[in-house]
T-cell receptor, first 113, second 117 residues
Framework: DTAVSQTPKYLVTQMGNDKSIKCEQN?????MYWYKQDSKKFLKIMFS???????INETVPNRFSPKSPDKAHLNLHINSLELGDSAVYFC????????????FGSGTQLSVL | AQSVTQLDSQVPVFEEAPVELRCNYS??????LFWYVQYPNQGLQLLLK??????LVKGINGFEAEFNKSQTSFHLRKPSVHISDTAEYFC???????????????FGTGTQLKVEL
């Protein structure tokens, strides 16, 4: 049983397109996150939701819009994709908005051509 | 503001040798410290964490880390590594809940541990 699952695993698209990445967790956690890992493996938080409420919103272009239909799902929609958006995007979850143990998905490799 | 420095981007080591991966942090508030491991093509997994109490913390797979407040360090060690320990290791710090910001982990840039025969 996969605890935090992301789809798709790989996403190759052209500049200017709009794409979505989906994330689901079956751990019963109430907090979910999106992290971006660049080509140098640097990981940076983008967003966090607690019980469908946005609690962390880092300095991210407004082309990125997270959506949490329920506490088990956190999707990431990206408009007008740019070359610099190419990265690996990780979804994660934890119990409680200050839960110290994060469970990560296996990542979505986004390549913008 | 918080930051994490992992000085070694790569650490090669022979199997069964000991290893230390270095991590230094800076923060103006009390922090929690973590080590995560990332195996190829996988997400991160928590190895161990320091929240409070004993400064020597033990984690999974035989790893341990020592919190040193005076040196602002949280180095990761293993007395004898195995080929399967080959992975990327990330040190992270969190303390933003003190300002109501939720759990915002700040990661270091990672250390690639390569275990050779």
């Amino acid at each position: 049983d996969t605890a935090v699952s992301q789809t798709p695993k790989y996403l190759v698209t052209q500049m200017g397109n709009d794409k979505s990445i989906k994330c689901e967790q079956n751990l019963g956690h109430d907090t979910m996150y999106w992290y971006k890992q660049d080509s140098k493996k640097f990981l940076k938080i983008m967003f966090s939701y607690n019980n469908k409420e946005l609690i962390i919103n880092e300095t991210v272009p407004n082309r990125f819009s997270p959506k949490s239909p329920d506490k088990a799902h956190l999707n990431l929609h990206i408009n007008s994709l740019e070359l610099g958006d190419s990265a690996v995007y990780f979804c994660a979850s934890s119990q409680g908005r200050y839960g110290e143990k994060l469970f990560f998905g296996s990542g979505t490799q986004l390549s913008v051509l | 503001a918080q930051s994490v420095t992992q000085l070694d981007s790569q650490v090669p080591v022979f199997e069964e040798a000991p290893v230390e991966l270095r991590c230094n942090y800076s923060s103006s508030v009390s922090v929690y410290l973590f080590w995560y491991v990332q195996y190829p093509n996988q997400g991160l997994q928590l190895l161990l964490k320091y929240l409070s109490g004993s400064t020597l913390v033990k984690g999974i797979n035989g790893f341990e880390a020592e919190f040193n407040k005076s040196q602002t360090s949280f180095h990761l060690r293993k007395p004898s590594v195995h080929i399967s320990d080959t992975a990327e290791y990330f040190c992270a710090v969190s303390g933003s809940w003190l300002t109501g910001g939720g759990n915002k982990l700040t990661f270091g840039t990672g250390t690639q541990l390569k275990v050779e025969l």
